[in-house]
């Protein structure tokens, strides 16, 4: 469950900034999500551009169906 959410995190953070998915294989990037928990999950590049294009879908849906009660 807490890998699912760090999934949803990391996709909303690349997607609403921009950025690239390939930003998760920085190491960079790594050192600091792994920070004081080494442990951390981070998916990679893939993972992330398949959890945005999933988290689209379902927004793209919910705002349909809001267009649809609203007109």
């Known amino acids: 469950m807490l890998n699912q959410v760090n ?3 990391i ?11 390939s930003i998760v294989e920085d190491d960079g990037f790594k050192s600091l999500m792994k920070t004081g928990c ?3 999950y ?3 590049q893939y ?3 398949r ?3 999933h988290i ?3 927004t793209r849906k919910r ?3 809001m267009l649809q009660v609203i007109y």
């Open 11 to 21: 996709a909303k953070w690349i997607a609403k900034g921009q950025r690239p998915f």
């Open 51 to 53: 959890d945005v294009k």
């Open 38 to 40: 080494p442990d951390y």
């Open 42 to 44: 981070i998916p990679s």
């Open 63 to 65: 705002v349909a169906k």
């Open 7 to 9: 999934r949803i995190e």
């Open 56 to 58: 689209f879908k379902k």
């Open 47 to 49: 993972t992330v551009a």
